[in-house]
C-alpha cells in the first residue's frame, strides 16, 4: 500500500491559497502587532484551513492526504515512536561529533525572542503551528502529488521544496534537509501524517530546548 495520490488541481489551488496568505494576508496580519511572531501564528492557523478545506473540496476527504479521523490517534503514538528512534540517532551522532571536537548543540542553536510571552509564542508558533502548516502542505499535498511518479521521486522533490524556504545566506540546512527526508520517509511507510507531524513537532521543540542548555 503507498501513499494517496494529490491531483494536479488540488496542488495547484494550495500552492494558489499559500501564496496569498503569505504575500497577502501575512504582512497586514503582522503589522497589527508588535512583534511579527503573533502574525505568523495566525497566517499558518489559516493556511492550515484553508488547505484542509481545499482538500475535502477536491480530494473529497482528509483521508487523501493522511488524517483520516479513525487513524489520527495511531499516527501520534507511531510518530512519539520514531521520534523516540530518531532522538535516539541524534544523540548518538552529537556525542560521536563531540569526540572529535565539533560541538554539534551549536549547530543547533536557535536564538529565542527576548520576553517571556514571545517566547511562549514562539514555541507554540514554531514547534506546533509551523510543523503542522508544512507537514500538510509538503508532505500531505506536494508529496501526494509526486508520489505518482514512485517513492524516490516523492521524498527527492518534496524534500527539495521544504528546504528551499529556510535557505539562508547561501548555506544549507542540514536540518531541514535530513528533516524533510525522515518525514517523507514515515509518512510513506506509516500512511499516517500525523507521524511527521509528531515528529516534526517534537524534532522542533528539541532544537529550542537545546538554546536553554548552550
Known amino acids: 500500500m503507498e501513499a494517496k495520490k494529490i491531483a494536479l488541481k488540488t496542488l495547484v489551488v494550495s500552492i494558489a491559497a499559500v501564496l496569498i496568505a503569505e504575500i497577502l494576508l501575512r504582512p497586514i496580519i503582522t503589522a497589527i502587532f508588535i512583534s511579527p511572531l503573533p502574525g505568523l501564528g495566525i497566517t499558518r492557523v489559516l493556511e492550515i484551513i484553508l488547505l484542509i478545506l481545499i482538500v475535502i473540496q477536491f480530494e473529497k476527504s482528509v483521508a487523501a492526504i493522511g488524517l483520516a479521523p479513525e487513524k489520527l490517534l495511531a499516527g501520534i503514538k507511531k510518530g512519539m515512536i520514531w521520534s523516540a528512534c530518531f532522538g535516539i540517532a541524534a544523540g548518538i551522532l552529537i556525542i560521536f561529533l563531540y569526540a572529535v571536537g565539533i560541538n554539534a548543540l551549536r549547530l543547533l542553536y536557535t536564538p529565542l525572542p527576548y520576553s517571556k510571552i514571545l517566547v511562549l509564542i514562539y514555541l507554540v508558533v514554531g514547534g506546533v503551528i509551523g510543523p503542522v502548516a508544512?507537514?500538510?502542505?509538503?508532505?500531505?499535498?506536494?508529496?501526494?502529488?509526486?508520489?505518482?511518479?514512485?517513492?524516490y521521486t516523492a521524498v527527492g522533490l518534496s524534500t527539495l521544496l521544504f528546504v528551499l524556504p529556510h535557505l539562508t545566506g547561501g548555506n544549507l540546512p542540514f536540518t531541514q534537509l535530513v528533516g524533510g527526508i525522515v518525514f517523507a520517509v514515515a509518512y510513506e511507510r506509516e500512511k499516517s501524517l500525523l507521524v511527521p507531524i509528531t515528529i516534526h513537532c517534537l524534532g522542533n521543540l528539541a532544537i529550542f530546548s537545546i538554546t536553554f542548555l548552550t
Open 134 to 151: 508544512e507537514e500538510i502542505f509538503f508532505r500531505g499535498i506536494f508529496y501526494g502529488f509526486f508520489r505518482q511518479w514512485g517513492v
